[in-house]
């Protein structure tokens, strides 16, 4: 075998040219070995593989009139760490540049994959194991013509399919967006115009819905609007915006079809001298339920049925005003005021804050920031808050530490009548115990509790610790989280407004996991590597509850000399899905094999 890669990977140097126009560079690795493989997943089996990789650049004319790029790879496993995959993954990743540089350039790209492995999303951690395919293609055009308005275009398409390890049911979904852009400077006034559209369909695992069989969600979003900015006296700057977005969705069995939201903003600033700054901005927006739906989707959920009703709306004016008091020290101020009317009542309310902010280290330790707030309602209802971040850095002899700790009470949420507060923590501590003995550790967390509303609350720890020595390492961490999620295609996703989306649209997670792990070099270019890790998550939603557990083992060791490498690895992988009533899906594989990286011209 070696042999043959001798005689086959004979090449020549630096790029070649076919034909009068076309020049081309192609490198890559072939990888040649025993595999085998078992487990509840897939039958027994034993065979000679051949894999491989490879990277394909070229240009047409000239690299600013056409160039491409082509990744494509051949059964590679979780041995090869650039693909993560429990089992053998196939795939091409390619795209092309059109025009560089010129007034109408352009891009088009294809991506796709077999059998690779994913995950399917829960919220903190640990995310449950898929295998499965998928593929997707863009194309983005852009019309750059001096003294005219520009005009860029780009659409993008996506699909896929996957199973989750442990459970017979299957989640799919495809995406498609659509996005226009278009500025133009004209007197001194800078303007800009999008459209925006929006469309995603999945298929959600039935393990986690309670439902015998599987959901369908459809969701939708199109936006369009357009800004306007211009240079004001005393240093200053105007802008404003205005957009209109629509938004919806089937859930869950729950039609929430039309979520139509107008935005409008106008906001400006001065500064009257280096030290002082002040602006001032003002924003209405129609339709809470809407505007809720599009922070959601936003950060990567899907439109959900909300309990705001059809007339809600919000306006809102700000004024803030901040001072230097040197390179280390600054004041601010804000007082805001917000009216907002939903679910059958109004609610208004007033904040004041001010924050001092002090950014050289108090005794060559400390720099930190803190504030106040008074809130006041239209009901006479008022709560005063704060805000506060302390951070420490020092060394005290051979340990090294550090700290960080930051809080927040009663801040404003994007309604007025729900507050949430906030901490979070984390710790670093390092020291060297001999001359190559080195040990480091770390620890943080947070929590979020929303006020209103008992048991609304998430929250994370984490902590972890390494030892090394020369070539030696070990490392072990353990983390836990818990909160409330939104069931999306992509998984469960958290929402930072847990109090307006339905009860049947929620699911709670509570998770932890530890992870142990190993390296070791005791020769030159020789690495053995193991690792460990063990995942328990109970998520329950409105029908159904489920205990979920992950495990998996994975060793690798490689040896390279010269472009060729010898590499053996193991994996073992077990996981259960609890509302599945299934039995946990166990596979295990090993592989032994040598590779070469070549370069073919």
Known sequence: MLTGFGVFLCHATAQVQLGSNLQMSASGSLTAGYSGGYGSESSSSHSLDLGGSGSINGSYYNPNFASFHI?????????NSNYQSIGGSSGISSDVNLFTGSHFPGTIGYQKTYNSTGTYGVAGSPNF??????????????????????????????????????????SSSNTKNFNLRSSYAILGFRTDAFYTHGATHGDYPQVLTGITTDEISDSFSHSEGFDVSHILPIHGSFNATFSHSNYG???????????????????????????????????????????????????????????LGSNSNSTSINSSVGYSLGRDMFLSGNVSHTSQSYSGFHVGATYMSGTFNYNRRLFGMFTFSGGVLDSATDEG?????????????????????GATVSYSQNVQTLLVSYTTSNVNYSTTASRRLTRRLYW??????????????????SGSQSVSSGLSVRKYSLNGGYSKSHGVSILTANGLVSTGIPVVVSATNQVLYNASSYTLGATASPIRKLVVSAGYSHAVSNTTSYSVSSLNQ???????????????????????????IGASGTAPAKVSSFYLGVSRWFSLF
């Open 129 to 170: 194991t898929t295998h499965g395919n998928g593929q997707g293609y863009d194309v983005a055009w852009s019309v750059l013509l001096p003294n005219l308005p520009t005009l860029s275009v780009s659409y993008m398409a996506g699909s896929g399919d996957s199973n989750i390890y442990g459970s017979s049911s299957q």
């Open 381 to 401: 209802n008022s709560a005063v808050g704060m805000t506060g971040n302390v951070s420490f850095a020092k060394r005290i002899k051979n340990w090294d530490l």
């Open 71 to 79: 990744l494509p790879y051949y059964d590679q496993s979780r041995t």
């Open 249 to 307: 969705s089937k859930f869950m069995s729950t039609d929430n079809s039309n979520n139509s939201t107008n935005t409008a903003t106008a906001a400006a600033s001065f500064r009257p001298e280096s030290k002082l700054t002040f602006s001032v901005n003002t924003t209405y927006t129609t339709n809470l339920a809407g505007y809720v739906n599009e922070q959601i989707v936003s950060s990567g959920g899907t439109a959900v049925e909300t309990n």
């Open 440 to 457: 480091n550790s770390t620890f943080g967390g947070s929590n979020t509790l929303f006020s209103q509303q008992v048991g609304d609350s």
């Open 550 to 576: 992950t495990d998996m083992f994975n060793s690798q060791l490689q040896y390279q000399f010269r472009r060729m490498a010898v590499t053996a690895g193991y994996t073992r992988f077990s996981q259960g």
